[in-house]
Every structure is written in C-alpha cells, then in structure tokens.
C-alpha cells in the first residue's frame, strides 16, 4: 500500500486493561470501504488465538443485521483460527482490507491467511470501522476524527 497514511491510531481497554494499540493506515481522501487499508493491533497483553476467535465471531454477530446461518459462523471461525495465533505482548496482527477481494492476515509482517470472501472482511473490519462499533472512541480515532463530532 504505497499511498498509505496512518489515518490514526488508538488503545483499546477492557475493564481497565490495556489490550492493544490499533493503528489504520489507508490512502488520503479515499472512502473508508472503497479503497484498500491496513488495520494493525500491537499487542500489550497475551491472549490465546480461540479467545480472539470467539471475541471477533461475537461481534461480527453483534453487528450483523440479522443473525447469521451457523454455516456461515462456522466457516468464519475456522477461517480466523487460520488467521490468528496466540498472541504475547509486543506481537502484531495486521489485516489488510481488498474491496471487493477480501482480505489478508499477517502477524508480525508474515502472511498467514488470504481470504476471498470480501462479506467476511467487511464484517471483520467492522469490529472496528462500522458506526456501531463497541469501542466508539476508537473508531473515531482510528477514523481520524478524535475530538469531532462526525459520524457515520
């Protein structure tokens, strides 16, 4: 992604802890689902790779219009358990977001999945990215709109 800029960059907590650092890095002026970006967690805590499976399959079902058929719940959680691994502090993961192509999964600058389901990654990315995402603040930030009042 040569024409990539860090769009912004935030911690994510949960009951005080610091988990991660999320920074977006995506081409100026492009749509956030138009254009390809990179989302990348730095790691500050050890995590094992079926809790972020089951953490991300919960909130791609929190976001989801409707609920998904179990097909599809299974498909994306073994296709996350391909993805990730168990996580220790200073570890990165980085997903690149492909419209319309998918996505790719790297851990510490090792590909370790592609995926060519692009509804999958725009359900994954939208842990983060999408107006109802859980941590707000971050979105925003990430965004690159801390202090605004945009939405959207």
């Given at each position: 992604m040569p024409a990539a800029q860090l769009a912004g960059s935030g911690d994510f907590t949960w009951f005080g802890l610091r988990l991660y650092t999320a920074r977006l890095w995506r081409a100026e002026?492009?749509?956030i689902w138009e254009?390809?970006?990179a989302l990348e967690l730095t790691y500050h805590r050890s995590l094992s790779r079926n809790t972020l499976v089951q953490a991300s399959i919960d909130e791609i079902q929190r976001l989801a219009n409707?609920?998904?058929p179990a097909a599809t719940v299974?498909?994306?959680s073994a296709t996350?358990?391909?993805a990730l691994v168990d996580v220790r502090p200073g570890m990165r993961i980085t997903g690149l977001y492909l419209p319309g192509?998918?996505?790719r999964f790297y851990v510490d600058g090792q590909l370790t999945e592609a995926v060519p389901d692009p509804a999958f990654a725009r359900a994954f990315f939208s842990i983060w990215l999408a107006p109802r995402a859980r941590?707000?603040?971050l979105?925003?930030?990430l965004l690159g709109r801390a202090g605004s009042d945009q939405g959207g």
């Open positions: 002026g492009a749509g254009a390809p970006f409707r609920p998904l299974r498909q994306w996350l358990a391909q192509k998918g996505c941590d707000a603040g979105r925003e930030q």
